[in-house]
């Protein structure tokens, strides 16, 4: 299953709810990828600890060779399988991020390489489950992500202004699916930062649960312990098993495997 985690907004939680999910697939026993797609690269930190360096072998590295045409007009892009790094974490895989992602979206753009992405994932043999990192905003790099999923998850920060982008958000991805990718899926909206004491967040859900959108029952609390994981390198299963925000990932993850 492919899946891509976007927003258009900032601050989110994207990467964080990436990894999670990515980090319990894999302990489930699932060969799971990450492909971190967004510029800054939390993804690629969270799971292996360190910036690359240009060196590495990246997302980068792949749309680069995306671009790279031999004289008798053949393709030679190498696949996303050699840009595949092994995390600290038994079953799970990262495609790192590079700051060269900027430089090379509008060549991608001029050049019609949008669907790059999905015909390499689609080639790619080995992974029960991946989970896609994007950038807040809908550009070259969450298209394409958009366009390879499968399934869309939509974090939600409980804020007025986030909800007002949700709206957009989601007409984009609808437009996405007409236009590029008729088997895509919202998958559903992930409270993200919920306080479940105060009145604007449950007032804000309540609202959108009922306008009929499709808010995910289990959601995940505000804690310390988020950025202290992010601090290690360690997702949330790894650094806090055994604490109640392990738990909402757990059910999280149980929720959007069951439906």
């Known amino acids: 299953m492919r899946r891509v985690i976007f927003n258009q907004k900032g601050g989110v939680g994207k990467s964080t709810i990436t990894c999670n999910l990515a980090a ?3 302990m489930e026993g699932k060969r799971t990828l990450v492909i971190d797609l967004d510029i800054q690269g939390n993804s690629t930190h969270y799971l292996l600890g360190h910036k690359v360096s ?3 072998k990246t997302i980068a590295l792949f749309f680069k060779d995306c671009l790279s045409l031999s004289l008798f007009g053949n393709n030679n892009n190498a696949g996303l399988d050699a840009v595949i790094h092994e995390t600290p974490f038994p079953n799970l895989f990262v495609v790192p991020s590079h700051p060269d992602l900027e430089p090379l979206q509008g060549r991608l753009e001029s050049r019609f390489k949008i669907f790059k992405l999905k015909e390499a994932l689609e080639k790619l043999e080995g992974f029960d ?3 896609m990192d994007t950038p807040p905003v809908l550009n070259f790099y969450s298209q394409s992500a958009l366009i390879a999923a499968e399934k869309c998850l939509i974090p939600f920060d409980c804020d007025t202004f986030a909800r007002e982008a949700l709206y957009t958000l ?3 991805v609808t437009e996405v699916k007409a236009d590029h990718n008729q088997s895509l899926e919202i998958e559903g909206i992930i409270v993200n930062q919920f306080q479940k ?3 604007l967040p449950r007032q804000l859900v309540d609202e959108l649960i009922a306008e009929g959108l499709p808010v995910l ?3 995940i609390s505000p804690s310390i312990k988020v950025r202290e994981s992010h601090t290690v ?3 949330l299963i790894h650094y806090v098993p055994n604490h109640k925000l392990s738990d909402e990932y757990r059910a999280l993850y149980a929720e959007i495997h069951n439906n």
């Open 24 to 26: 319990i697939s894999a």
């Open 54 to 56: 240009e060196s590495d």
């Open 129 to 131: 489950a991946i989970y």
């Open 170 to 172: 989601m007409l984009a």
């Open 197 to 199: 004491q105060a009145n």
């Open 217 to 219: 029952t289990s959601m």
């Open 233 to 235: 390198s360690q997702p």
